[in-house]
T-cell receptor, first 113, second 113 residues
């Protein structure tokens, strides 16, 4: 149980375009989901916390207009990277919270050319 | 949340016990110690957590000192598949739904044949 999926697992896009990443909790309802970003050889950095039906809470330094988060249901949250640039290339990981535990997705590798 | 300090890297021989230390000298009374690991290019995987008593599950054992200022994660018989980055995280109370996980730099464990 407690499986979290992400789609796509990897994506390549051109600079200036937008990319949407989905995070789904497959066998449980997640009132809270988290989005992380990880650059090569670095640790995970929390970007934002999203609660179902309300606006996401962004960490300091994360542009909310660039990283749009939607948590429309208890099993789905999406992260849209708008007007992507090469510096947005990274590994994006989501996690979903059931009660007090967090379960992580497998990650999405984004490459912006 | 309290900050943690871990060695940057460690080596372990296959079949031997891997002991990964973590310092969390500013831990509060209601904070738990969590351990996650991240195998290369995957999402983090939960290993174990504890408050003050030692804990054991099928993956590992967690030893917490009496003053709770440090802990050790023990993988009793390390295999090559245990090669990963191990993160020690101190987190607010267990009954805090959706509490944030703040990742430090972790310990890169290399299990060698």
């Amino acid at each position: 149980g407690a499986v979290v999926s992400q789609h796509p697992s990897w994506v390549i896009c051109k600079s200036g375009t937008s990319v949407k990443i989905e995070c789904r909790s497959l066998d449980f309802q997640a009132t809270t989901m988290f989005w992380y970003r990880q650059f090569p050889k670095q640790s995970l950095m929390l970007m934002a916390t999203s609660n179902e039906g309300s606006k996401a809470t962004y960490e300091q330094g994360v542009e909310k207009d660039k990283f749009l988060i939607n948590h429309a249901s208890l099993t789905l949250s999406t992260l849209t990277v708008t007007s992507a640039h090469p510096e947005d290339s990274s590994f994006y990981i989501c996690s979903a919270s059931e009660s007090y535990e967090q379960y992580f997705g497998p990650g999405t590798r984004l490459t912006v050319t | 949340d309290a900050k943690t300090t871990q060695p940057t890297s460690m080596d372990c021989a296959e079949g031997r016990a891997a002991n990964l230390p973590c310092n969390h000298s500013t831990i509060s009374g209601n904070e738990y110690v969590y351990w996650y690991r991240q195998i290369h290019s995957q999402g983090p995987q939960y290993i174990i957590h504890g408050l003050k008593n030692n804990e054991t599950n099928e993956m590992a054992s967690l030893i917490i000192t009496e003053d709770r200022k440090s802990s050790t994660l023990i993988l009793p018989h390390a295999t090559l598949r245990d090669t990963a980055v191990y993160y020690c995280i101190v987190r607010v109370a267990k009954n805090n739904p959706g509490g944030k996980l703040i990742f430090g730099q972790g310990t890169e464990l290399s299990v060698k044949p």
